[in-house]
C-alpha cells in the first residue's frame, strides 16, 4: 500500500466521488495515466483500492504508483463500459496491458527542424519535436506511415537541413527525388512554406481527422480495380480495414457528430467552473475541468469565452463546432456556437453540465477540509490549489541575484520550510563564470549549481522554487533544471515585481493572483526574503571588496596575508587602529612593520 500521507489522500479523494456510474483513471506521480477502469457506483468502487489488503500482486503494485484519481461520470454502466474502452485505446496505460511486458509503445514523431522529418519512434525526447500515440501496433504506424509517403513527398535523409547549409548548396539530389518521393528541399528545390503544408495535414490526420486519408485510399483502391491490378487494390483494402480499426468510436457519441468541442460553465459569487469535452470520430477523446477566481463582476458569456479560447489553445482544437449553455462573449471566424434543446447534442451538454457539477462539489468539499488544518499547512494547501501543484510545497526555494552594471555579482537562496524561513539553510553564491551585468546567465549558473550540489549529495529537493524575476530569469532556471533532468520533478515559476505577476515555465500567459490571496503573501514573503538577503551579501562583498582593494598595495603583502588581516580587522580603520603588537600577533614581525608603516609611519618612530 502507498504510504500513509499519500493513501490518506487518496482515500479523501476517493471519499468525495458521486455514488454514480462513469470511468476513474489513476495517475502516477509524474502525471501519467496508469490505469482506467470502469464502475456502475464510482465512490464504493474506487474505495475499494484503498479500504483492504490485496493479495494479487499486479493489484499490488498498481495501488503502491497511484498518485492521484480523476473521474468522468456518464449516464450508465453501459456508458462506463464503452468510455473506458474508448480511453483504453486511446491512452494505452500501463495497468490495463496485464502487465505482460514493459515494452514501450511506438509513436509518430514529427521533428521539431527547418524541414521535418516524420518517423516511428518508441522513445520521447523533449526537443520540441510533436508526438502522436502511443499505438498499439506497429503495423497501425507503418501503415499511416506508408501512406504519408505516398500522399506527400518528405524528405527521409538525415541531414542537417539549415537555411545556412541550403544558401551554401551544401547537399545535392538524391535517388528520391529522381523516383519522385522528395521534392529536394535540400538544394532550395521546394520552400518552407509548401513543405510545412504537407506536414500540416499530416498533423491533421494523426489527430484523428483519417476522413482525408480514407477517401484517397479507396479512390486508389477503385482506380487499381479498374485496371485490373488486383493485388494491388487488396493491399490498399487490408490498409483501409486497419485504419477503420484505427478509428476508436464510442456510442455514448452519435458517429454523425465530428469535430466538436462542448464546454458548460457553472458560476458562482466567487468563482466560475468550466468542462470541456473533446469529440473526435464520434468519440470523447479529451475531458479537463478548469477554475477561474473571479475578480470582478464578470459575467458568464465573458468568462465563457475566455474559457473557450483558453481550451482551444491548451487542447490545439480546431473544431468547427462548440456546443455551449449560453453564447460566449467572443466570435470566432469559421466556428458555429450551438445552443443544442433536443437530441444527442443535449445528451452531450447534459454529460458535461453534471461532471461540472460534480467538480464543483469535490472543491468546495476540499475547501472545507483545508479549514481544519493547521494555519501554515492550511496556507500551504492553498498555494498547492491555486499553483495547480501535484503535491504540498512544504519544502520551497527562492533565488535573487545582485550586482551594480555587472560589480560584484552575487546571488542568493533562501529556503522556507512548513511556511517558515529555514535560516540555517540559507546559501549565498560569488558569481564564477559570467562577466558584465547578464542576470540571466548568472541565474542558471547559480541554479544549476545549487540543485548539482543537493543532488549529488543526495539531499531533499524541494516541491517548489520561486525565481525572482520574469520570463527571462526563469527560463534560464529552467535550463539548468532541464540539464540535471530536473524540470518535471519540480514546480518552478517566476514572480516580477512590476505587476507581481506569476509566470509558469513556456507559458505567455501570467497568473494574477488576487492581492490579499495568502498564496500571492506566501509568494512575496519568500521574494522578499531573498532580495533583503541577497543584498545584505552583495553589500558585505562590496564592503570586502572596497578593503581588499586598499591594503592589496601594501609592500609585501600577499593574497593569504591580505585575507587575514580582513577576516581578523574586518575594516580599513580596524588595521589602521590596531596597535604594533596586535599586528605581529597576527601576521608576524615584518609583514606588521610594513603594514604599520603604510598606514601609520609615525607609529615605528
Request: hydrophobic share 35%.
Amino acid at each position: 500500500m502507498p504510504n500513509s500521507d499519500t493513501l490518506a489522500k487518496l482515500k479523501e479523494q476517493a471519499s468525495l466521488l458521486p455514488e454514480n456510474p462513469g470511468i476513474y483513471q489513476y495517475f502516477d506521480d509524474s502525471g501519467k495515466i496508469i490505469y482506467i477502469g470502469k464502475a456502475k457506483n464510482l465512490k464504493k468502487r474506487v474505495l475499494q483500492y484503498f479500504n483492504r489488503e490485496h493479495y494479487d500482486l499486479k493489484t499490488h503494485v498498481l495501488v503502491n504508483k497511484i498518485s492521484e484519481i480523476k473521474h468522468i461520470v456518464v449516464n450508465s454502466e453501459e456508458d462506463a463500459f464503452l468510455l473506458e474502452n474508448n480511453l483504453i485505446k486511446k491512452y494505452q496505460p500501463k495497468y490495463n496491458l496485464l502487465l505482460k511486458d514493459d515494452k514501450s509503445f511506438p509513436w509518430i514523431t514529427i521533428k521539431n527542424e527547418l524541414f521535418p522529418r516524420v518517423y516511428k519512434t518508441r522513445r520521447l525526447i523533449k526537443d520540441g519535436s510533436k508526438y502522436f500515440g502511443p499505438y498499439s501496433s506497429g503495423l497501425i504506424v507503418n501503415t499511416l506511415l506508408d501512406l504519408f509517403r505516398q500522399i506527400y513527398p518528405l524528405r527521409t535523409c538525415n541531414l542537417s537541413l539549415t537555411s545556412e547549409n541550403i544558401k551554401k548548396k551544401k547537399f545535392k539530389k538524391c535517388l528520391e527525388y529522381h523516383i519522385n518521393n522528395c521534392k529536394a528541399p535540400c538544394e532550395g528545390l521546394q520552400s518552407i512554406d509548401e513543405y510545412q503544408r504537407d506536414i500540416d495535414d499530416i498533423q491533421n490526420i494523426l489527430k484523428g481527422n483519417t476522413g482525408l486519408v480514407i477517401s484517397y485510399l479507396k479512390e486508389r483502391m477503385n482506380k487499381l480495380s479498374d485496371a485490373f491490378h488486383f493485388e494491388d487494390a487488396d493491399e490498399i483494402k487490408k490498409k483501409l480495414k486497419i485504419l477503420d480499426n484505427f478509428q476508436c468510436k464510442s456510442t455514448i457519441v452519435n458517429p454523425s457528430i465530428d469535430n466538436v468541442d462542448v464546454i458548460s460553465i457553472l458560476n458562482d459569487p466567487k468563482r466560475a467552473y468550466i468542462n470541456f469535452l473533446r469529440i473526435l470520430n464520434g468519440a470523447i477523446i479529451q475531458v479537463h475541468n478548469l477554475e477561474y477566481v473571479k475578480k470582478l463582476n464578470e459575467t458568464e458569456n465573458y468568462l465563457l469565452g475566455i474559457a473557450i479560447i483558453e481550451l482551444r489553445e491548451m487542447f490545439q482544437s480546431a473544431a468547427t463546432e462548440i456546443i455551449v449553455p449560453l453564447l460566449p462573449d467572443i466570435s470566432m471566424k469559421g466556428v458555429e456556437f450551438t445552443i443544442p434543446k433536443i437530441g444527442d447534442k443535449k445528451k452531450l451538454l447534459e454529460l458535461s453540465e453534471r461532471n461540472l457539477k460534480y467538480f464543483r462539489l469535490e472543491k468546495l468539499k476540499q475547501q472545507a477540509n483545508i479549514t481544519k488544518l493547521p494555519p501554515a499547512i492550511r496556507i500551504l494547501t492553498n498555494l498547492k490549489v491555486d499553483l495547480n501543484m501535484e503535491k504540498i510545497p512544504i519544502h520551497i526555494e527562492c533565488f535573487d541575484n545582485s550586482n551594480i552594471q555587472g560589480k560584484h555579482p552575487v546571488a542568493a537562496c533562501v529556503v522556507f520550510k512548513n511556511g517558515k524561513p529555514a535560516n540555517k539553510e540559507y546559501r549565498h553564491y560569488n558569481v564564477k563564470n559570467v562577466k558584465g551585468p547578464d542576470d540571466f546567465a548568472t541565474m542558471e549558473e547559480i541554479v544549476y549549481r545549487r540543485y548539482k550540489r543537493l543532488l549529488d549529495e543526495n539531499l531533499p529537493l524541494p516541491q517548489l522554487i520561486v525565481i525572482d524575476g520574469g520570463k527571462g530569469q526563469l527560463s534560464a532556471a529552467m535550463n539548468s533544471l532541464k540539464k540535471l533532468d530536473l524540470a518535471e520533478q519540480i514546480t518552478v515559476i517566476g514572480i516580477a515585481k512590476r505587476l507581481e505577476e506569476i509566470f509558469f515555465p513556456e507559458d505567455p500567459i501570467p497568473l494574477y493572483l488576487d492581492k490579499n490571496s495568502p498564496s500571492l503573501k506566501v509568494i512575496q514573503q519568500i521574494r522578499d526574503e531573498a532580495h533583503r538577503f541577497g543584498i545584505n551579501f552583495h553589500r558585505n562583498s562590496r564592503s570586502a571588496a572596497f578593503l581588499k582593494s586598499e591594503i592589496e598595495n601594501i609592500p609585501g603583502i600577499g593574497e593569504k596575508t591580505l585575507e587575514l588581516l580582513i577576516h581578523t580587522f574586518k575594516s580599513i580603520s580596524g588595521i589602521k587602529n590596531a596597535s604594533i603588537e596586535r599586528l605581529r600577533e597576527v601576521i608576524g614581525e615584518a609583514k606588521a612593520k610594513s603594514v604599520a608603516e603604510y598606514f601609520n609611519p609615525t607609529m615605528l618612530c
